[in-house]
């Protein structure tokens, strides 16, 4: 451990809500690299961005605020 510097690693997959994933896929998805899907309707950008950042500036204590553009 190095005082003062915190390394983290987050990752989810934002995926259109006309798509269909395989149970399969989405287990390999939460098994091997323990993330997780979320569902979104991208027709509905600032929504979708809005998400996407919230998610964003939560994994990173807010360093990172506006990863998409709305």
Partial sequence: DTPGIDL?????????NTIR?????????????????????FSQSEAAAKTINDWCE???ES???DMVDK
Avoid: G, H, V
């Fill in 21 to 41: 994933i395989k149970s399969d896929y989405e287990e390999l998805i939460r098994e091997t690299f323990n993330s997780t899907i979320q569902e979104i309707d």
């Fill in 63 to 65: 360093k990172i605020k």
């Fill in 8 to 16: 983290r690693l987050a990752n989810k997959i934002f995926k259109s």
């Fill in 58 to 60: 939560q994994q990173t």
